[in-house]
Antibody, heavy 126, light 107 residues
Framework: EVQLVESGGGLVQPGGSLRLSCAASGFDFSFYEMNWVRQAPGKGLDWVSDISSSASTIHYADSVQGRFTVSRNNAENSLFLQMNNLRVEDTAVYYC???????????????????WGQGTVVTVSS | IQLTQSPSFLSAAVGDRVTITCRASQAISSHLAWYQQKPGKAPKLLVYGASTLQSGVPSRFSGSGSGTDFTLTINSLQPEDFATYYCQQLNTYTPLTFGGGTKVEIK
C-alpha cells in the first residue's frame, strides 16, 4: 500500500524548534519530488516547501524561507522538515505529499499531489 | 500566481449540479489540480491537468478550463461529496499556490 506517515509534531514555544519526519512506503521514494503543505486551524492549504528526488532542487514559501529546512534520506525512504525560530503563525497541521507527473499515450498529461500523509499537528504557543 | 476560488461557500441539495470556479492571476496553461478535503482528513486528489480525472474518482466529477479560468463540476451531488474543494496551480514554483477553498454544505 502506498503510504506516507508524518511524525514529530507537538507543542513548542515561540522561537523554538521542531523536526518533522515523513516515512514513505509502498513506492519508489527516491523517484519522486516531495512536498510539505500546512493548514492552520480553520484555514486553507498552504504550500511550504518541496525537494526534488535527488535533493538537488529545493524551494520554500517566502513565509518560511531562512527558518525551515527540508531534507530527505532516500535510503531510508524518509522526508524531513527542520523548523527553527517558530512563530505562532506556524501553528498548523503539516502534511507531506508526493508530487506525481502523469503521462499517457500522448505524453505529459499533468501533475499533482497524489499521495498525502495523515498530517502532524504543530502548535506554537507560550 | 494567485488563485481565486468562487464561491467560497455554497449550499446545495443531494442531486444538484454544482460548479466551482478557480481563476489564476496569470496564465497557467493546464497546470491545475483539484482536491477534496473532508474535516480532519488529508486532501484527496480529484483532477489533474485541469481536466483528467484521477483513477478511482467518480465520473460525476469533471474539470475544465485552461489559461486563467477553470471549473470543477459535480453532477448529481451525493451525500459523500459535502466537503471543501481546493484548486492548485503547478505551473511555477512561486509558490505552488492553492486557492482559498470552496466549502460545499447540505441545503
Amino acid at each position: 500500500e502506498v503510504q506516507l506517515v508524518e511524525s514529530g509534531g507537538g507543542l513548542v514555544q515561540p522561537g523554538g524548534s521542531l523536526r518533522l519526519s515523513c516515512a514513505a512506503s509502498g513506492f519508489d521514494f527516491s523517484f519522486y519530488e516531495m512536498n510539505w503543505v500546512r493548514q492552520a486551524p480553520g484555514k486553507g492549504l498552504d504550500w511550504v516547501s518541496d525537494i526534488s528526488s535527488s535533493a538537488s532542487t529545493i524551494h520554500y514559501a517566502d513565509s518560511v524561507q531562512g527558518r525551515f529546512t527540508v531534507s530527505r534520506n532516500n535510503a531510508e525512504n524518509s522526508l524531513f522538515l527542520q523548523m527553527n525560530n517558530l512563530r505562532v503563525e506556524d501553528t498548523a497541521v503539516y502534511y507531506c505529499a508526493r508530487r506525481k507527473f502523469f503521462y499517457g499515450s500522448s505524453g505529459y498529461q499533468g501533475d499533482a499531489f497524489d499521495v498525502w500523509g495523515q498530517g502532524t499537528v504543530v502548535t506554537v504557543s507560550s | 500566481i494567485q488563485l481565486t476560488q468562487s464561491p467560497s461557500f455554497l449550499s446545495a441539495a443531494v442531486g444538484d449540479r454544482v460548479t466551482i470556479t478557480c481563476r489564476a492571476s496569470q496564465a497557467i496553461s493546464s497546470h491545475l489540480a483539484w482536491y477534496q478535503q473532508k474535516p480532519g482528513k488529508a486532501p484527496k486528489l480529484l483532477v489533474y491537468g485541469a481536466s483528467t480525472l484521477q483513477s478511482g474518482v467518480p465520473s460525476r466529477f469533471s474539470g475544465s478550463g485552461s489559461g486563467t479560468d477553470f471549473t470543477l463540476t459535480i453532477n448529481s451531488l451525493q451525500p459523500e461529496d459535502f466537503a471543501t474543494y481546493y484548486c492548485q496551480q503547478l505551473n511555477t514554483y512561486t509558490p505552488l499556490t492553492f486557492g482559498g477553498g470552496t466549502k460545499v454544505e447540505i441545503k
